[in-house]
């Protein structure tokens, strides 16, 4: 069953302590991407990654780490520098833009709520 | 630089009238349009999309969009909105060779029986 894995669905962390948020995806896609969404504010891009062992900065990558070390992993680190980290996070994947013509939409996790305590 | 807006926070209508949320994008290129939904606590599902071809796009649940480049707009529509429509709507874009996907601020749809 193909899809896009994201653990866990809720995440406490103390005040001063990074936390890791993992995704997988068993859809073979190059790209992968990392999203916070707050109420109002729609979904803002942290990172994003093009292809394994890359990835770019997206509108709000302060206080945020990622790593891609292989094609079915994207995690993403809310480190202590993070100012206010409690949000609802989303991880999507989706195939190059390159490829004309094919399914070009992205697909997307359930998501990880992560609160601060 | 690109930028999706959605000018509405909130639509509400009767459940069989006509359902319309809107989007206006900015960005340099060719656009790809996506409309996607999610409900509480959830990830978003896709609604649809325009790439290339006709305007007028179709996609699941009986949604559908019309694509105008002048107006730069991609408006999601329901010819009989269902109390089960009532979620949160967004709309995003991305140039047609770029990975960056933006996201619009989301409208609240509300169905009322």
């Known amino acids: 069953d193909g899809g896009i894995t994201q653990s866990p669905k809720y995440l406490f962390r103390k005040e001063g302590q990074n936390v890791t948020l993992s995704c997988e995806q068993n859809l073979n896609h190059d790209a992968m991407y990392w999203y916070r969404q707050d109420p109002g504010q729609g979904l803002r891009l942290i990172y994003y990654s093009q292809i394994v062992n890359d990835f770019q900065k997206g509108d709000i990558a302060e206080g945020y780490s990622v790593s891609r070390e292989k094609k079915e992993s994207f995690p993403l680190t809310v480190t202590s520098a993070q100012k206010n980290p409690t949000a609802f996070y989303l991880c999507?994947?989706?195939?190059?833009?390159?490829?004309?013509?094919?399914?070009?939409?992205?697909?997307f996790g359930q998501g990880t709520r992560l609160t601060v305590v | 630089a690109q930028s999706v807006a959605q000018p509405e926070d909130q639509v509400n209508v009767a459940e069989g009238n006509p359902l319309t949320v809107k989007c206006t994008y900015s960005?340099?290129?060719?656009?790809?349009l996506f409309w996607y939904v999610q409900y509480p606590n959830r990830g978003l599902q896709f609604l649809l999309k325009y790439i290339t071809g006709d305007n007028l796009v179709k996609g699941s649940y009986g949604f559908e969009a019309e694509f105008n480049k002048s107006q730069t707009s991609f408006h999601l529509k329901k010819p009989s909105a269902l109390v089960s429509d009532s979620a949160l709507y967004f709309c995003a874009v991305r140039r047609s060779n770029d990975y960056k996907l933006s996201f619009g601020a989301g409208t609240t749809v509300t169905v009322r029986a």
């Open positions: 960005v340099s290129g060719n656009p790809y």
């Open positions: 999507a994947s989706s195939i190059p833009p390159q490829v004309p013509f094919m399914n070009t939409e992205a697909f």
